[in-house]
């Protein structure tokens, strides 16, 4: 990731192509997108959902995880965190996806 950056909730940067990636799952290989949720950290259970997922789209995260890691593979995909009644949308579009090495 490069330059990554939250304004009103709009993602902007570069989330480099990462290769072999086994943080993720064995072997994963795209654009990855990892962002610390505060409110996870300060103890609240938050849910996220991304859109138009491949692999591992929703879920939840605490003070344990606070970590929200994606494999991005379109900016116009969304991720959305749910806190209680609170729903926040993140946009995407703003990102900039690198390609494999090579392409």
Do not use: R, W
Request: hydrophobic fraction near 30%.
């Amino acid at each position: 990731m490069q330059e990554i950056e939250l304004s009103d909730n709009k993602l902007t940067g570069t989330l480099k192509y990462v290769e072999n990636y086994d943080g993720f799952s064995e072997g994963a290989e795209g654009n990855f997108l990892a962002i610390e949720v505060e409110e996870a950290k300060n103890g609240d259970t938050i849910q996220f959902e991304l859109s138009d997922s491949q692999i591992k789209g929703n879920g939840f995260l605490n003070s344990e995880d606070p970590l929200l890691v994606c494999k991005i593979h379109s900016n116009s995909q969304t991720i959305t965190l749910t806190n209680g009644s609170t729903k926040v949308v993140l946009d995407l579009t703003g990102l900039t996806l690198g390609q494999k090495s090579g392409e």
